[in-house]
Each structure stands twice: as structure tokens, then as C-alpha cells.
């Protein structure tokens, strides 16, 4: 049988995830010759061989692919046979339109965990062992190709032993980038809120200053995180008070599926989440002290009352490093485990910087010599229906595109919103939505912004033609759109992105009846925006329907202050009736009359139709909070409020609103939400009623728009869908109607999504405009 040679471009996630030592082990099982390399546009390859066995090889590429290993495309190109023997890996090739992906870091795979608990190995106890089946990846990644050069591993220098590991074909750390050991990798210290160097083995210190009560700041993949007793109140309330995070819940490392089954009910898809390599925090159900579903009575044992005050759920992730899983170990009970920073602030990732910023908080700091070079923080997600919902995509997700079924006619840069920031880079048929950002408020966080961009725009080589900004002109990422030269501008209203990022998430064009509640949203009326139904495809949009509209006393005030929002909405649904009855005016006494004056006068006072902040008003007339130390956190308790079981509604109209959009009418549920109370019922029921009444006005709203339209595809975003039971009730109803509903799975339905769904809709607009 005469011989063949093929030339084989693999594109996708193939750097840094054994695929070159994958390539070379299949060649050399099938007997094939040739050769493989990394370039800029990802893997290269050469093989000769029976025609038939080439074949092989070629269906084996994706078939037998390491686990880390994402192929998009696999194109083979005839060459003539030379008559060569033996297979090599090439030298990496600089040059060429880059193309090639870079992995996300992954969580220490099971090999290296049973190398760190063998004593025979001499990698024994190495908080930094990883192979090419795990480790850090996007954090260590200074360019591509993906070379040890180009990683924050370049000032190691590999020992024999460790070389000799890297240049065997047949070893599992055969071009593993971040491979090290004892003799030649990082090594940890432990400091005092000086910067001093404290004695004695660092990881053991660590852990015995964590079970006296201590914070410890301690250094991992993406940055620093502030660790302490999860069962130490006053180690918690500690930590809480000097990071001036009052209420907002803490997530907790546990050190494995079991103790995470200890705290909470856990389902196998939020398993296979926990366990996942990505190693997200998952939002579980908490037990209570009997075993059950924590409802309004205190948590059980093992978790103190300020890691997650009030809440039913816990935020709980696995160890995702080596060093996690010695520390959990040594420390012998679960840890909070929360980002580094000042509330507000961007984690931080640099020791000097560490130290200066987090002095205030941490007592002592874990820290270790490996530079990071991108900062991320731990994503967040949750099970809906058995799918993963993400709330925050960051380490562990990105970089890795979306893979869209459209492809881009130019280089996009989205800017994302201000809330949960993202940026998105997009070419070809990828989106590149980049790690968490925060919220951009600031400096610091503006700074993370910019060199994120710039970053992403050199590993990706996208040099962006188009500009995609939020419509509102205050916002910083607007504001850095605005300023840009040389690039066309599009701008893109925040609901009709909210929409397109669901159609994106899911490969939908559209057209859909798109439903995006949320906080605010700068409208195209120059009002805030926020209960939105827009009939909507990635192109563009028409608001068919929206909430009541009501002012906001105060403007940013009435966010910080949900009372004002009930002060508002009880003037619009009561009208003149005095309100001094309620307990929300009795607490707000002294300020109610010049709120309700404010409001009747629009003195400083936007319009709103914002779902929102009428989970606001709800959660201030029962009494849940009149003012907030997060955002969204009236709406937040609102849902642990509400009783599951409840599934009776409070009836609201769904006015035809004549030529203009629909109206939904708010005003019947917060009338609603007053009679009960007044009636005496209990105010987990009337939460719940006030959920399933708004999720049936949806419903109502829906089907009188595909009466109108035809369509019968409706897609869900926007913040307020973070809440489960809302999402629930509203899929349910929906779908009982004959409804197609879509919802997110691959990026947040918050504002983290808002930037995929502005480069959809420019790229759409482009694809239009018949740009090449």
C-alpha cells in the first residue's frame, strides 16, 4: 500500500492542554511519521502513512482529545510522501495571523492530587504541582503561542529532573509549561501585615492562625482571597466588618463533595458543577439542623450566622489548586473564601500591592513567588432545571470564546454596561467575553478595564474596527467608547442587549419576544428602563411593553433606599388614601411627605419602569429592608422570604396601551401586597403571591404580544432572572402556554452578558449593512 502525507491545522483550545504530547503518543501507537508543532493559529501537523491509517489518525484528533482540549476545527491538506521516519515535535513557530485560544485554568486533576498525598513522590506536599492535564493557564499567560517564555513561569528555570519530564514524549508533563517541583519551582511564605517573613512551614502556620480565629489573605490562581473559620463567628464578623461587606453573603471552600453534602442538599447537576475542572462557587441549598432545606430558621451546624446572613442558599466551591487542597486538609473544617479587596475594589493579584491594600483586613498573608499576570475572580453559577446558570463567568470560564453561528465581518470590541462588567472582543465566529471586571465605578476598576482590553486584544489579535457602547452617556465604558479614534461607534440600548445576549447564548437569531427586567437601563426616551418586553432580534428592536411607570424620589437614592420606591409606588396605587397606616411610612416618618412631595413634583425624580425597584417597593412595604448595602439586595430577600409552596397569584392587568406598548400594572400588585398585610397574612405568602402575580402578568403580556406578532419564542434576561423562583414561575407559565423559552446557560442574564450581547447586535448590524 503506497504512503500519504497529510498537513493538519487543529484550531481551538489545543495550547497548553497536552495536545502536542497527545499527537506524538497517537503517531507513535499508529505507527505513523511526521511532526507537530504550536504556532499562532494553534496546532500544525504533519503525518505519513497507510492512507487508511491517516484516516485514523485524523478521526482519533477529536475523538481521543485531552480533556482540557476544545477542537473547533480540524482541515487536512494533501502533501507529497518524503519518505521520513519517526514522528517530532517541532519547535514552536512565531508569525501568522494569530488564531490559536488559550485554555482557562483548570483545577488540579486527579493524578497530581494522588502524586501529592504519595510520600514516595517527589512532588509530595508541592502546593504547586500541575501537569498538562491541569493548572494555571489564562493567569500565567503573558502571549502565545503558549511557550514557558511567554508564561509568568519564564523566571523558573527547570531542573534536570523537571527537564527531563518536559522533554519526554511519554511523560504526562511532556511540554507541560508551568511544570516544576521543590528544587527549581515557587515556594510559599507566610507574612505579617508588614511584609514580614514569619518562621516555621508557611502552609502550616497558615492553617493554625486560621483555627485561632485569624484572616488570612491567601494567594491563589486568579489573586488573593481572604480566608477564615467558617465556623468562627467572631473570625467572620471580623472579616465582614474590616472589609465593610455588611450582609452580602460569603462563599466557603469545603474540602470535598462530602462535606459539601454536609451543609447542603446537592443534586447531581450541581455536582458534576462542584466537581467540574472549571471548580465554580455553586449556589446550593442550605440544611438546616435537622437536614432539611434551610427555610427562615437558622442554619445548621458547621457554618457560622454572618457567612450568609438570612439566606437559604451558600455559596460553596472544592479546592481548585494544590495549595487549597493542603490548606483545607491541614486546617481540618470548611473556610470562608472571599475575593481580595475592599468592597468596590478589583481583586488584588500583586504582593506588594497586597500587603498595602489588605493590611487593614488580613492579620497575616499566604502568599508564593509565582507572578499573576491577568487577575480573575471565582465564578459564580447556579442549577436551573438541571442546566448551569452562570451569575459571574470568570476564572475557569475565560477566556474560552462562545462559539457563535455567525460570524463577524469586522473586529468588534463591546464595552460592556457599568454593573458586573465585562468587555467582549469578537472575530470570525468567536466572542471572547472577558473575566469578571466589577463594577466600574472607579479607578481601579476602570484600570482593570483598559488593560484587560489590551491584553485580550494581543492573545487574540483582534484589533477592533467597531466600538459597541451602552446608550447611557455617564457610564465609564461609554465614555472610554466615546473617546476611542479611528473606530465606527454603535450604540446599543441595554435591553435590546440584555435580549441579543440571551439570543447569542442560545444560537437564536431571533425574531423573539424578549423580556428583560432588571435595575435600570438608560431608554431610548431618555427615561430609566427596566420591565421591558421588546419584540427583538439581534439587529434591532421595538419596546412593545413595559411596567407602570412611576418616578424615582431622589434618583440614585431610591436605589440605596428601597422605602422611597414604596413611598412611590403606594402614591401610585393608593392615590391620595394616606399611607401614615403602614409600618414602611412609621419607620420613614420624618421623611415620607418630602419623598412623596419630590416624587408628584419629578424633582429629581427619573421615571422608571424598572422590575427592579418594584421588588424594592414590595420587600420595604413588608418590611424586609427600607435600605440596602449591596445591589439588589432588597429584591435578594424578598425571594428567601417568599414561600415556595404558595403558588396563588395577586392579578394584574395587562393594559393594551392603544398604539404604544403594553402596560403592566404594577399598581395591582403592590394593592395586592397592602390588602393582605392589612388582612394579617403572613408575609411569606404574600412575597410569594406578589412573585407568581408578576411572573402571570409576564405570561399574560407575552401571550397578548404573539397575538399580535405571531411569535411564539420568548427569551428571559436581565438581573431580576437571577431569582429563581421568578425564573420558575415565569418558564412554567410561559411554557404551559405553548411557548418556546430561552434563558442563559453560557453567560449571566445580568449585566456580565450585556457586552456579548452588544457585539452581537453590531455584528448583526454589520452582517446588514453587507460589510465584508
Request: net charge negative.
Given at each position: 500500500m503506497?504512503?500519504?502525507?497529510?498537513?493538519?491545522?487543529?484550531?481551538?483550545?489545543?495550547?497548553?492542554?497536552?495536545?502536542?504530547?497527545?499527537?506524538?503518543?497517537l503517531?507513535?501507537?499508529?505507527?505513523?511519521?511526521?511532526?507537530?508543532?504550536?504556532?499562532?493559529?494553534?496546532?500544525?501537523?504533519?503525518?505519513?502513512?497507510?492512507?487508511?491509517?491517516?484516516?485514523?489518525?485524523?478521526?482519533?484528533?477529536?475523538?481521543?482529545?485531552?480533556?482540557?482540549?476544545?477542537?473547533?476545527?480540524?482541515?487536512?491538506?494533501?502533501?507529497?510522501?518524503?519518505?521520513?521516519?519517526?514522528?517530532?515535535?517541532a519547535?514552536s513557530?512565531?508569525?501568522?495571523?494569530?488564531?490559536?485560544?488559550?485554555?482557562?485554568?483548570?483545577?488540579?486533576?486527579a493524578?497530581?492530587?494522588?502524586?501529592?498525598?504519595?510520600?514516595?513522590?517527589?512532588?509530595?506536599?508541592?502546593?504547586?504541582?500541575?501537569?498538562?492535564?491541569?493548572?494555571?493557564?489564562f493567569?500565567?499567560?503573558?502571549?502565545?503561542?503558549?511557550?514557558?517564555?511567554?508564561?509568568?513561569?519564564?523566571?523558573?528555570a527547570?531542573?534536570?529532573?523537571?527537564?527531563?519530564?518536559?522533554?519526554?514524549?511519554?511523560?504526562?508533563?511532556?511540554?507541560?509549561q508551568?511544570?516544576?517541583c521543590?528544587?527549581?519551582?515557587?515556594?510559599?511564605?507566610?507574612?505579617?501585615?508588614?511584609?514580614r517573613?514569619?518562621?516555621?512551614?508557611?502552609?502550616?502556620g497558615?492553617?493554625?492562625?486560621?483555627?485561632?480565629?485569624?484572616?488570612v489573605?491567601?494567594?491563589g490562581?486568579?489573586?488573593?482571597?481572604?480566608?477564615a473559620?467558617?465556623?468562627?463567628?467572631?473570625?467572620?464578623?471580623?472579616?465582614?466588618?474590616?472589609?465593610?461587606?455588611?450582609?452580602?453573603?460569603?462563599?466557603?471552600?469545603?474540602a470535598?463533595?462530602?462535606?459539601?453534602?454536609?451543609?447542603?442538599?446537592?443534586?447531581?447537576?450541581?455536582?458534576?458543577?462542584?466537581?467540574?475542572p472549571?471548580?465554580?462557587?455553586?449556589?446550593?441549598?442550605?440544611?438546616?439542623?435537622?437536614g432539611?432545606?434551610?427555610?427562615?430558621?437558622?442554619?445548621?451546624?458547621?457554618?457560622a450566622?454572618?457567612?450568609?446572613?438570612?439566606?437559604?442558599?451558600?455559596?460553596?466551591?472544592?479546592?481548585?489548586t494544590?495549595?487549597?487542597?493542603?490548606?483545607?486538609?491541614?486546617?481540618?473544617?470548611p473556610?470562608?473564601?472571599?475575593?481580595?479587596?475592599?468592597?468596590?475594589?478589583?481583586?488584588?493579584y500583586?504582593?506588594?500591592e497586597?500587603?498595602?491594600?489588605?493590611?487593614?483586613?488580613?492579620?497575616?498573608?499566604?502568599?508564593?513567588?509565582?507572578?499573576?499576570?491577568?487577575?480573575?475572580?471565582?465564578?459564580?453559577?447556579?442549577?436551573?432545571?438541571g442546566r448551569?446558570?452562570?451569575?459571574?463567568?470568570?476564572r475557569?470560564?475565560?477566556?474560552?470564546?462562545?462559539?457563535?453561528?455567525?460570524?463577524?465581518?469586522?473586529h468588534v470590541?463591546?464595552?460592556?454596561?457599568?454593573?458586573?462588567?465585562t468587555?467582549?472582543?469578537?472575530?470570525?465566529?468567536?466572542?471572547f467575553?472577558?473575566?469578571?471586571i466589577?463594577?466600574?465605578?472607579?479607578?481601579?476598576?476602570?484600570r482593570?478595564?483598559?488593560?484587560?482590553?489590551?491584553?485580550?486584544?494581543?492573545?487574540?489579535?483582534?484589533?477592533?474596527?467597531?466600538?459597541?457602547?451602552?446608550?447611557?452617556?455617564?457610564?465609564?465604558?461609554t465614555?472610554?467608547?466615546?473617546?476611542l479614534?479611528?473606530?465606527e461607534?454603535?450604540?446599543?440600548?441595554?435591553?435590546?442587549?440584555?435580549?441579543?445576549?440571551?439570543?447569542?447564548?442560545?444560537?437564536?437569531?431571533?425574531?423573539?419576544?424578549g423580556?428583560?427586567?432588571?435595575?435600570l437601563?438608560?431608554?431610548?426616551?431618555g427615561?430609566?428602563w427596566?420591565?421591558?418586553?421588546?419584540?427583538?432580534?439581534?439587529?434591532?428592536?421595538?419596546?412593545?411593553?413595559?411596567?407602570?411607570?412611576v418616578?424615582?424620589p431622589?434618583?440614585?437614592?431610591?436605589?440605596?433606599?428601597?422605602?422611597?420606591?414604596a413611598?412611590?409606588?403606594?402614591?401610585?396605587?393608593?392615590?391620595?388614601?394616606?399611607?401614615?397606616?403602614?409600618?414602611?411610612?412609621?419607620r420613614?416618618r420624618?421623611?415620607?411627605?418630602?419623598v412623596l412631595?419630590?416624587?408628584?413634583?419629578?424633582?429629581?425624580?427619573?421615571?422608571?419602569?424598572?422590575?427592579?425597584?418594584?421588588?424594592?417597593?414590595?420587600?420595604a412595604?413588608?418590611?424586609?429592608?427600607?435600605?440596602?448595602?449591596?445591589?439588589?439586595?432588597?429584591?435578594?430577600?424578598?425571594?428567601?422570604?417568599?414561600?415556595?409552596?404558595?403558588w396563588?397569584?395577586?392579578?394584574?392587568?395587562?393594559?393594551?396601551?392603544?398604539a404604544?406598548?403594553?402596560?403592566?400594572?404594577?399598581?395591582?400588585l403592590?394593592?395586592?401586597?397592602?390588602?393582605?398585610?392589612?388582612?394579617?397574612?403572613?408575609?411569606?405568602?404574600?412575597?410569594?403571591?406578589?412573585?407568581?402575580?408578576?411572573a402571570?402578568?409576564?405570561?399574560?403580556?407575552?401571550?397578548a404580544?404573539r397575538?399580535?406578532?405571531?411569535?411564539?419564542?420568548?427569551?428571559?434576561?436581565g438581573?431580576?432572572?437571577?431569582?429563581?423562583?421568578?425564573l420558575?414561575?415565569?418558564?412554567?407559565?410561559?411554557?404551559?402556554?405553548?411557548f418556546r423559552?430561552l434563558?442563559?446557560?453560557?453567560?449571566?442574564?445580568?449585566d456580565a452578558?450585556?457586552?456579548?450581547g452588544?457585539?452581537?447586535?453590531?455584528?448583526?448590524?454589520?452582517?446588514?449593512?453587507?460589510?465584508?
Open positions: 503506497g504512503l500519504t502525507r497529510t498537513r493538519v491545522r487543529v484550531e481551538g483550545i489545543v495550547q497548553g492542554v497536552g495536545f502536542r504530547p497527545f499527537v506524538h503518543a503517531a507513535g501507537r499508529l505507527g505513523l511519521a511526521g511532526l507537530v508543532g504550536n504556532d499562532a493559529g494553534g496546532v500544525f501537523v504533519e503525518v505519513e502513512g497507510a492512507a487508511e491509517t491517516v484516516q485514523r489518525f485524523l478521526e482519533a484528533l477529536a475523538a481521543e482529545a485531552p480533556p482540557l482540549a476544545v477542537i473547533e476545527r480540524v482541515s487536512a491538506t494533501p502533501l507529497d510522501p518524503t519518505g521520513a521516519v519517526g514522528f517530532a515535535i519547535p513557530r512565531d508569525g501568522g495571523a494569530r488564531q490559536t485560544l488559550v485554555s482557562p485554568d483548570s483545577a488540579t486533576c493524578d497530581c492530587l494522588a502524586e501529592l498525598a504519595d510520600p514516595a513522590d517527589r512532588r509530595h506536599r508541592y502546593p504547586f504541582i500541575n501537569c498538562t492535564n491541569c493548572g494555571p493557564r493567569t500565567i499567560v503573558r502571549d502565545v503561542p503558549y511557550d514557558r517564555p511567554a508564561t509568568t513561569m519564564a523566571g523558573f527547570m531542573c534536570a529532573d523537571c527537564a527531563r519530564e518536559y522533554a519526554d514524549p511519554r511523560d504526562r508533563r511532556f511540554h507541560a508551568p511544570v516544576c521543590p528544587a527549581c519551582g515557587p515556594a510559599l511564605r507566610l507574612l505579617d501585615r508588614a511584609g517573613a514569619a518562621g516555621g512551614d508557611p502552609l502550616a497558615a492553617a493554625a492562625r486560621l483555627r485561632d480565629g485569624a484572616v489573605a491567601v494567594k490562581l486568579g489573586g488573593y482571597h481572604l480566608a473559620d467558617a465556623a468562627a463567628e467572631p473570625a467572620v464578623a471580623a472579616l465582614r466588618a474590616r472589609k465593610h461587606r455588611e450582609d452580602k453573603p460569603f462563599a466557603v471552600m469545603v470535598d463533595l462530602d462535606a459539601a453534602r454536609a451543609l447542603c442538599l446537592v443534586d447531581p447537576a450541581e455536582e458534576a458543577m462542584l466537581a467540574s472549571r471548580r465554580p462557587i455553586v449556589l446550593l441549598r442550605r440544611r438546616a439542623q435537622g432539611a432545606p434551610v427555610g427562615r430558621e437558622e442554619p445548621g451546624p458547621g457554618v450566622a454572618s457567612v450568609a446572613p438570612g439566606n437559604r442558599s451558600l455559596g460553596v466551591m472544592l479546592p481548585y494544590p495549595l487549597h487542597h493542603l490548606l483545607l486538609a491541614e486546617v481540618g473544617r473556610i470562608v473564601l472571599t475575593s481580595g479587596n475592599v468592597s468596590d475594589e478589583p481583586i488584588a500583586l504582593d506588594d497586597a500587603v498595602e491594600r489588605l493590611g487593614g483586613i488580613a492579620d497575616w498573608f499566604l502568599a508564593h513567588d509565582r507572578p499573576i499576570h491577568m487577575r480573575a475572580d471565582d465564578s459564580v453559577v447556579r442549577a436551573f432545571r448551569e446558570l452562570p451569575l459571574r463567568r470568570s475557569g470560564f475565560a477566556p474560552q470564546p462562545l462559539g457563535l453561528p455567525w460570524p463577524f465581518p469586522r470590541l463591546a464595552c460592556g454596561a457599568e454593573l458586573k462588567h468587555f467582549c472582543l469578537a472575530k470570525d465566529g468567536h466572542a467575553v472577558s473575566h469578571h466589577g463594577d466600574l465605578e472607579n479607578y481601579e476598576t476602570f482593570s478595564f483598559t488593560e484587560g482590553v489590551g491584553h485580550f486584544r494581543r492573545l487574540f489579535a483582534v484589533d477592533p474596527e467597531v466600538v459597541a457602547h451602552d446608550l447611557h452617556p455617564e457610564y465609564l465604558s465614555k472610554y467608547a466615546l473617546e479614534d479611528g473606530v461607534l454603535e450604540g446599543v440600548q441595554h435591553h435590546h442587549a440584555h435580549v441579543a445576549a440571551c439570543l447569542a447564548d442560545n444560537g437564536e437569531p431571533g425574531p423573539v419576544i423580556v428583560a427586567f432588571d435595575g437601563g438608560f431608554g431610548t426616551d427615561t430609566i427596566g420591565g421591558e418586553l421588546l419584540v427583538a432580534d439581534l439587529e434591532g428592536f421595538r419596546r412593545a411593553g413595559h411596567l407602570e411607570v418616578p424615582m431622589g434618583g440614585a437614592a431610591a436605589i440605596r433606599e428601597p422605602w422611597r420606591m413611598a412611590a409606588w403606594l402614591d401610585a396605587a393608593l392615590g391620595g388614601q394616606d399611607h401614615g397606616r403602614l409600618a414602611v411610612a412609621g420613614n420624618d421623611r415620607w411627605e418630602q412631595a419630590l416624587a408628584r413634583s419629578a424633582t429629581a425624580s427619573p421615571s422608571t419602569s424598572s422590575a427592579g425597584r418594584l421588588f424594592d417597593a414590595a420587600a412595604i413588608l418590611g424586609v429592608r427600607d435600605a440596602v448595602n449591596y445591589e439588589g439586595q432588597a429584591a435578594v430577600e424578598l425571594e428567601q422570604l417568599a414561600d415556595p409552596a404558595e396563588s397569584a395577586y392579578p394584574a392587568r395587562v393594559d393594551p396601551g392603544g404604544g406598548p403594553l402596560r403592566l400594572a404594577g399598581t395591582d403592590i394593592r395586592a401586597v397592602v390588602e393582605d398585610l392589612e388582612a394579617g397574612v403572613a408575609a411569606p405568602l404574600i412575597a410569594a403571591r406578589f412573585h407568581n402575580g408578576l402571570g402578568a409576564t405570561v399574560a403580556a407575552c401571550d404580544l397575538d399580535a406578532t405571531g411569535l411564539g419564542m420568548v427569551a428571559l434576561s438581573g431580576v432572572f437571577q431569582n429563581m423562583l421568578l420558575e414561575r415565569t418558564v412554567a407559565g410561559l411554557e404551559g402556554r405553548g423559552v434563558v442563559h446557560s453560557r453567560v449571566p442574564p445580568n452578558g450585556i457586552s456579548l452588544q457585539a452581537a447586535v453590531a455584528g448583526a448590524r454589520d452582517r446588514s449593512r453587507g460589510k465584508r
